[in-house]
């Protein structure tokens, strides 16, 4: 079907697509919409605007800036490349402005979108937000409408790096030279995350290695996504090569953070999330306070969580829904993907904010790797007790043939004795379902699992079309291997492309 408006850009969390699917007239239709979004519906008189490594970046938020300022909106420019965390902590200490960030994550080098927030860094996605979030911004572009002010908006530059690496320095505990002693690599995929990694870790006194430093929006590796091997191989390679206590690698706009210990182990987001809790409950005295684990989450990982303290509750996939789980519930502290992204509330003038920092999750992570060792040497203990199919998928032709495929799967893991959910606990729908045997869906310190317990993740992608995903993960490698067969059997009927990691 023909879609001259390119309205599939409209994804669930945020807005993707190829770039040469939004041409200059598409994309200033699509700011005049956001403009009108922020002045008449959000009731807001500035956005706060940034762009990431893409080469594609500085026109849009050309285009950008120039319908905000026709609608009579202020424009703040955080100059040069931003990583998505330094735009979040920029939107923080301007609450009252909207944001656009423009980029497209882990996508391929040729795509572009945005990550759209409004004040207060309230998530917009599809359903999430003033009069329904994304879903009031597609209609508007639809129907080509727009805000003309008599008085045009200005613009000016921001710099708040300084103040974000101070920040980020404070919640981490990390003062100047508190990381000498510590041997860290960390691989930025010639993304968005090298400027400020860098410059922060320089002033805790750690021994840095950066590889793929410079912001390179040709992306030379591949796509700037830490889950793709052949994009992380010469980073490993020089792990494996050199002496260090940890590495970490980062996506294109550099939200996602993996985590790999000195010896090459890699340790799973939500392991590496047990890791950090008892330190980021300082921040929050008193009882009671709550976590989120995604559906992916290993669940031994989970159990290590809830003995921080805390209640673990399972949510969906998904930056904005997750946000907004978290601003939905007082007592939730924050949350784990195991796509590597890690959130949670902050502080500041009185307002709590639901969003990610991922210069403080890096600092934080090594301060624990320098301080406690034998914690993260336990985790990796427990985690070897566990197989793990990392996140994989395929591309169906259709929408209904991944359906039917989705189902398929479903049906057979349930007449094998496979508990299923598809709900989390407060109604919103999973958008995936997870499959349990031998363990149950809440996990607290006394859940006992089976000899043969199996947990198995599918979803629909958000990001990519007709892409279905799967994870595995159970208590040993034939009852893993023997599941992601049948999923690959089962799948192969409905016109399933080759196996797609990313």
Known sequence: MQDDLNLSMFRAYDIRTPAVRLPTLLAR??????????????DTDSVLVAHDARLTGPGYLTIAAEAYRAAGLDVLYLPGVSSTPYFYYAAMRHPRAAGVFLGASHNPAGDTGRKIVGPGVQPIAEGIGVAGGLLEIQQLYQQGRSHRSSTQGRVRSIDLLADYIDASMWLADVSPGGLKGVRILQDYVFGAAGREMMLGFARTGADLTPVHFTADGRFPLGDPNPVK??????GLEQLAA???DLACFFDGDGDRIDFYDGDGSYLSSSFVYAALLPEILQHFPGDDWKVFADLKSNPLAVIQMAQAGVT????RNGHSQIKQALLDESKRLGAV???AHFYQAFFADGQRYCTENTLYVALLAARVWLEDRPRIQRLLEIQRMTVREREWGYKFPTDGQRSEALQAVREFFESQGFRSMSRMKNGMEL???LLRRGLPFDVNTQ???ANDWLQICQRVSQSEDGLARWEVVGANRELVQS?????ERLTAPFGRGPEYLG
């Open 431 to 433: 958008a995936a379902t």
């Open 29 to 42: 239709r699509l700011a005049d919409a956001e403009a009108l979004y922020f002045r008449e519906i959000v």
């Open 242 to 244: 050199g002496d260090f």
């Open 312 to 315: 673990v509750d399972v949510v």
């Open 229 to 234: 091997p052949d994009v992380i191989r010469p």
């Open 483 to 487: 599941a992601r067969r049948e999923i």
């Open 337 to 339: 993907e195991e796509s």
């Open 447 to 449: 859940t006992q699992l």
